[in-house]
């Protein structure tokens, strides 16, 4: 059995004293959802300290949306994996859409900080998906293979059996566009397939989250789906209520 998680990216978003209200409210209202959804935050790196204090006792996990690819030194204005790591954090974002497209992060780059990830005990969410024009010519599966082969099969099997993965087409980000529940599935059960290529059926066992424009509304219809096992979620993690009504959706 599969673990369910719903996880909340906030990006750049909320000053650390309203990130702090919005955990309060997520928590306020997390008995109203299955104590079987595993809810994680994801707020920016000046809240982290905070919100990991403030999460205390409430179940709710954090993570960062970013590490830095090296582990120390002169390398102004990152953040390293232990740093993060030191402060109690448990999950850290790789490889999100907007990081490859605004920041120019590579494989190369997604692999050392992959590395970095593992060495501090952090579990790794692992972002993948194609832009609209590789929906529309086709390419998607070879996108997402390529995005999969180039990063996770350099894993070993035990850092592999802890990865969670982010499917997130780049077109349904923040565009109020979401994939269709088949849609999600068809690609959840391809990236599935290319998992057990490498690592045979402990491909089984991966939590594959859908993220792109998950709200209330059709949370329950994805998460229905046999290879989506919940969501990474932007704008609708922004107010509790929503987030917990996505949690609602298994
Ligand atoms: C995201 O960027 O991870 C995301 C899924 O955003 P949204 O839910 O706003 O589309």
Redesign the pocket.
């Known amino acids: 059995m599969r673990k369910k998680v719903v996880a909340g990216?906030w990006?750049m978003n909320t000053t650390p004293a309203e990130g702090v209200e919005l955990l309060k409210g997520v928590a306020a209202l997390k008995g109203d959802v299955c104590s079987c959804v595993n809810f994680i935050v994801i707020p920016p790196f000046t809240h982290l300290s905070e919100i990991v204090k403030n999460a205390k006792g409430t179940g709710i996990a954090v993570g960062a949306q970013n590490c830095a690819a090296e582990a120390k030194g002169a390398y102004t204005g990152e953040v390293s994996a232990k740093m993060i790591a030191s402060l109690g954090v448990e999950y850290v974002i790789l490889g999100?859409s907007?990081r490859r497209e605004y920041y120019g992060e590579t494989s190369a780059t997604l692999n050392k900080k992959m590395v970095q990830a593992y060495e501090n005990n952090l579990i790794p969410i692992y972002c993948v998906g194609e832009k609209l024009e590789e929906r529309e010519n086709g390419k998607y599966f070879d996108v997402v293979r390529a995005q999969i082969e180039e990063v996770v099969f350099n894993l070993t099997p035990e850092q592999f059996s802890k990865l969670i993965i982010a499917y997130?087409p780049v077109w349904?980000?923040?565009t109020g566009k979401t994939a269709t529940a088949e849609q999600a599935q068809e690609i959840h059960a391809f990236i599935r397939k290319v998992l057990a290529e490498k690592f045979g059926d402990a491909a089984a066992n991966t939590v594959i989250l859908y993220?792109?424009?998950?709200k209330p509304s059709n949370a329950a219809e994805l998460f229905a789906k046999e290879d989506v096992d919940g969501g990474?979620?932007?704008?609708?993690a922004l107010v509790a209520s929503d987030f917990i009504g996505i949690g609602k959706g298994f």
């Open positions: 990216n990006k999100h907007e997130e349904a980000i923040g993220g792109g424009s998950c990474l979620i932007g704008g609708a």
